[in-house]
């Protein structure tokens, strides 16, 4: 089923530009996406980090236009390409959403585990997906169903017939893979992907994802605020906070050569297990209200390099070096500071040790 | 051997009746000197909080014993039981569960100050409150104490927990899953704060965690034990359990945790085991736990002999597996 039209391969399948959610609280106008603008391309994984409440699930529900009544997309333009068409997403109706929502661009939601109907096979859960979409035959869904049970590696003949308590959170977890692949799109969004799982479980999926991607050569988007999933999967990484993307950049510039003085807080946060002990640093504060969000760079509260500038003064996302972009005006100074660090040299001027 | 000032003495909890019982903790051994922190780490359903639970005294093992400074705490009298209750103090997995939302953190925190007498009065009741509510850096005091906890973010609630906590001046904490559920850029000043209790206060710690990389973190000076449905399958030094793990499920487990370091988690190799699944507790395999998924499986003594915790090598480190030898 895949297409074979070679022009897929070097346009990108997803262009985001300028996107702005909000959603209507109690409170207020609560700004959850602001102005976020990205390629999705081809084949690759692109990893959102970010801690709680930043905004990452809303823009991955934006993108397939599954936001809740209460948000509002104010701004902004989604383009999706395949097979030399171009689609704004946004105008998209009816119909065609729905088709674009499972064929082109599929969407595992976060604790999406107890999002099975309970009373229903995992088969007719299966069918009913492929009969909104696509004519098929009985037989000719089962084999479809099937053949992609096992791709998720899963025994197919036994996970077809049964309820979903009765199968594992693990296999839970493929089923579902497997449903949003039914339809064989082009663009896969997961959200927490692996966050409920155990150890062991959360490696054969991580395992699972490399190689069905390999094989069907899908983009992957995914969000996770576990920064070792991004380390072990992402192509590129897209740090978010208070709704906007304040860094993007190849995987090992993110990790190694941080830009941003909130994604060099993040990677210093966070401890490995095998690798040697490093102490570690906090970032002081906690994220904004995003109701009431200060004025100028969103992190500036939060941030040893913060000045004058950055308090009256929203810095935009830009190019910094190949492949890499960042919202801050002390690139450089973060940029010097990160690499004395890694070089275990000099004095770490970003946050003191709690 | 040191002095511990919890022991646990073959521990055993087991759930529910006849064909429904589960042994969710069984024959666990082990102890806590003062001042330690012992991580216990596992997946989900080892029995960690179960674990926690019975030396906090919450549970009352099926079978085996506690002692606290040496006293059997279930045979002990009243006025004993007491006084472990309260030296004994749990920080609960859920902090939206575990704290009143009626009440103020004010209220939160007085609450037990007044009931156990600890405090002369509800000005020096408020002094105390001041006090812990400095210690767990929820400063300005004077913003957080007439707050509800539906007021406070997810870390910040933590905090009310390990302040409630620290009330009765505790000699053990048992931390589960304590920092689990708040960001990372708020998890790392909580775990500096648990450490500080314990270096500045001599607070002993049993500190649960499915994350091995906290578990790294908040335990390098101390010990960690590796459960596996019920059982404590290694037991050694933080850094020996991490640089040469013994127990083919402990070595799994590090071979598969992905890291927050592109190069060093791409590097690694996973092992592979015989099989995923994990054994339900109503249906446990025979002999060792761990033998339908083990690499090292021994056909006729694996599946027929629960292996025993033993030492292996120097410096007490412990392993539960037949196909291990010192
Ligand atoms: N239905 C809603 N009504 C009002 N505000 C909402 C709604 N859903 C989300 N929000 C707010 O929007 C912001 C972004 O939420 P979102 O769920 O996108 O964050 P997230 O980055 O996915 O967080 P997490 O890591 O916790 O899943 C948060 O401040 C959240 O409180
Ligand atoms: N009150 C109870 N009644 C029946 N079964 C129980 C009860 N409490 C715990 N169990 C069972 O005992 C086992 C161990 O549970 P426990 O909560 O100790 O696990 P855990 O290691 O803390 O898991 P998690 O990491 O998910 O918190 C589980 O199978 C659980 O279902
Ligand atoms: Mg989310
Ligand atoms: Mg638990």
Same mark, same amino acid.
């Given at each position: 089923m895949k297409d074979e039209n070679a022009t897929i391969w070097d346009t990108n399948p997803l262009s985001v530009r300028n996107l702005w959610v909000e959603y209507l609280g109690e409170r207020g106008m609560v700004k959850a996406v602001r102005g976020v603008t990205f390629d999705l391309r081809p084949r690759e994984s692109l990893a959102f980090i970010g801690e709680s409440g930043c905004g990452k699930t809303t823009l991955g529900l934006?993108?397939?236009?599954?936001?809740?009544?209460?948000?509002?997309?104010?701004?902004?333009?989604?383009?999706?390409?395949?097979?030399?068409?171009?689609?704004?997403?946004?105008?998209?109706k009816g119909r065609e959403m729905r088709h674009f929502r499972w064929c082109e661009c599929a969407m595992v939601f976060q604790s999406a585990l107890n999002a099975f109907n309970p009373v229903l096979r995992i088969r007719d859960q299966m069918y009913d997906t492929i009969r909104a979409h696509w004519r098929m035959s009985q037989s000719e869904m089962r084999e479809r169903a099937l053949s992609l049970l096992r791709h998720v590696q899963l025994d197919p003949e036994r996970v077809i017939d049964s309820y979903p308590h009765e199968l594992s959170g693990g296999m839970r977890q493929r089923v579902l893979l497997a449903m949003s692949l039914l339809l064989d799109p082009q663009i896969i969004i997961l959200d927490e992907p692996t966050t409920a799982l155990d150890i062991l479980t959360q490696r054969t999926i991580l395992e699972l994802l490399k190689s069905l991607k390999a094989e069907m050569g899908f983009s992957l988007m995914f969000i996770s605020h576990d920064l070792s999933i991004a380390a072990e999967l992402a192509d590129r990484v897209a740090t978010m906070y208070a709704g906007a993307i304040v860094e993007l950049g190849l995987v090992y510039d993110i990790f190694y050569r941080p830009a941003h003085p909130y994604t060099l807080g993040l990677i210093r946060a966070v401890p490995t297990v095998t690798?040697?002990?490093?102490?570690?640093?906090?970032?002081?504060?906690?994220?904004?209200?995003?109701?009431?969000?200060?004025?100028?760079?969103?992190?500036?509260?939060?941030?040893?390099?913060?000045?004058?500038?950055?308090?009256?003064?929203?810095?935009?996302?830009?190019?910094?070096?190949?492949?890499?972009?960042?919202?801050?005006?002390?690139?450089?100074?973060?940029?010097?500071?990160?690499?004395?660090?890694?070089?275990?040299?000099?004095?770490?001027?970003?946050?003191?040790?709690? | 051997m040191t002095e511990y000032l919890i022991e646990a003495h073959n521990l055993t909890r087991q759930f529910g009746r006849?064909?429904?019982?589960?042994?969710?903790?069984?024959?666990?051994?082990?102890? !806590?000197?003062?001042?330690?922190?012992?991580?216990?780490?596992?997946?989900?359903?080892?029995?960690?909080?179960?674990?926690?639970?019975?030396?906090?005294?919450?549970?009352?093992?099926?079978?085996?014993? !506690?002692?606290?400074?040496?006293?059997?705490?279930?045979?002990?009298?009243?006025?004993s039981f007491r006084k472990y209750r309260l030296g004994v103090q749990i920080i609960h997995q859920d902090p939206y569960a575990s704290l009143n939302p009626s009440h103020t953190v004010h209220q !939160?925190?007085?609450?037990?100050?007044?009931?156990?007498?600890?405090?002369?009065?509800?000005?020096?009741?408020?002094?105390?409150?001041?006090?812990?509510? +400095?210690?767990?850096?929820?400063?300005?005091?004077?913003?957080?104490?007439?707050?509800?906890?539906?007021q406070l973010s997810g870390? +910040?609630?933590?905090?009310?927990?390990?302040?409630?906590?620290?009330?009765?001046?505790?000699?053990?904490?048992?931390?589960?899953?304590?920092?689990?559920?708040?960001?990372?850029?708020?998890?790392?000043?909580?775990?500096?704060?648990?450490?500080?209790?314990?270096m500045q206060l001599g607070v002993t710690f049993l500190f649960i965690t499915h994350d091995l990389a906290l578990a790294k973190f908040f335990a390098w000076e101390g010990r960690i034990a590796v459960m596996y449905v019920g059982s404590v399958v290694e037991l050694t030094s933080t850094p020996?359990? !991490?640089?040469?793990?013994?127990?083919?499920?402990?070595?799994?487990?590090?071979?598969?945790?992905?890291?927050?370091?592109?190069?060093?988690?791409?590097?690694?190799?996973?092992?592979?085991?015989?099989?995923?699944?994990?054994?339900?507790?109503?249906n446990l395999p025979p002999g060792c736990r761990f033998h339908p998924r083990c690499p090292l499986f021994e056909e006729g003594l694996c599946d027929r002999v629960a292996p025993k915790l033993k030492s292996v090598g120097e410096n007490g480190h412990q392993v539960a597996c037949h196909r291990v030898t010192g």
């Open positions: 934006a993108l397939i236009r599954l936001l809740v009544k209460t948000a509002r997309i104010s701004q902004g333009e989604i383009l999706y390409r395949r097979s030399g068409r171009e689609t704004a997403v946004l105008k998209l690798g040697d002990f490093q102490d570690l640093i906090s970032i002081p504060g906690s994220p904004p209200d995003l109701i009431d969000l200060p004025t100028g760079c969103k992190f500036h509260i939060r941030c040893p390099y913060a000045t004058d500038r950055c308090r009256q003064e929203e810095p935009t996302l830009e190019p910094y070096g190949p492949d890499h972009s960042v919202a801050c005006f002390h690139v450089d100074q973060v940029r010097r500071d990160a690499d004395a660090i890694w070089e275990g040299t000099g004095h770490v001027a970003a946050g003191e040790a709690a | 006849r064909r429904e019982r589960v042994t969710a903790v069984d024959d666990v051994s082990l102890g !806590i000197s003062e001042g330690e922190v012992l991580c216990l780490v596992g997946e989900s359903g080892c029995g960690k909080t179960t674990t926690g639970k019975l030396l906090a005294g919450l549970l009352k093992p099926s079978s085996g014993r !506690i002692r606290y400074q040496g006293q059997d705490v279930w045979t002990q009298d009243k006025e !939160i925190l007085s609450a037990p100050l007044l009931h156990h007498n600890l405090v002369n009065g509800r000005r020096q009741a408020r002094e105390r409150v001041v006090e812990l509510l +400095q210690i767990v850096d929820l400063t300005p005091v004077e913003d957080f104490l007439t707050k509800y906890p539906h870390g +910040q609630r933590q905090r009310v927990s390990v302040a409630r906590a620290l009330t009765v001046n505790p000699s053990f904490i048992v931390a589960d899953e304590a920092v689990s559920m708040v960001d990372v850029s708020i998890r790392v000043s909580l775990l500096k704060m648990l450490s500080r209790l314990r020996e359990l !991490i640089n040469n793990a013994q127990h083919p499920y402990t070595k799994a487990l590090l071979a598969a945790v992905p890291e927050a370091d592109p190069n060093l988690t791409r590097r690694k190799k996973p092992i592979t085991l015989r099989s995923q699944d994990i054994p339900s507790l109503r």
